[in-house]
């Protein structure tokens, strides 16, 4: 149904723009479908070109801390353990995440 990118620090589906991606920028890719009546998402985060470590590190937790918090989910488990397990992750290896941001 839709494909979204998101540059860097750019928190979810960027504006697109004139910009051409660099070595080392880190861009997010979201794709959307609609089938028999459901909606599903995913995302998954690329670092261009060789990148640094920190970009790659960055990459790592972010799957990392979703799997965790995949891992997390069952029938009963409330919603705020997502977003629980995954700010943990993140703070372990030295990140941070956006508490503004959910939906």
């Given at each position: 149904k839709s494909i979204c990118t998101s540059v860097n620090n750019v928190l979810c589906h960027g504006i697109p723009n004139s910009r051409?991606?660099?070595?080392?920028?880190?861009?997010?890719?979201?794709?959307?479908?609609?089938?028999?009546?459901?909606?599903?998402?995913?995302?998954?985060?690329?670092?261009?070109?060789?990148?640094?470590?920190?970009?790659?590190?960055?990459?790592?937790?972010?799957?990392?801390?979703?799997?965790?918090?995949?891992?997390?989910?069952?029938?009963?488990e409330p919603l705020r353990t997502i977003g629980n397990v995954i700010g943990e992750h993140a703070k372990r290896a030295g990140f941070s995440i956006c508490k503004e941001f959910i939906g």
């Open positions: 051409q991606l660099m070595d080392g920028d880190i861009i997010s890719i979201d794709v959307s479908i609609y089938h028999r009546g459901v909606f599903g998402d995913c995302c998954s985060s690329k670092v261009v070109g060789a990148g640094d470590l920190t970009a790659h590190k960055l990459r790592d937790v972010a799957k990392d801390s979703t799997l965790a918090a995949i891992a997390k989910c069952r029938p009963g």
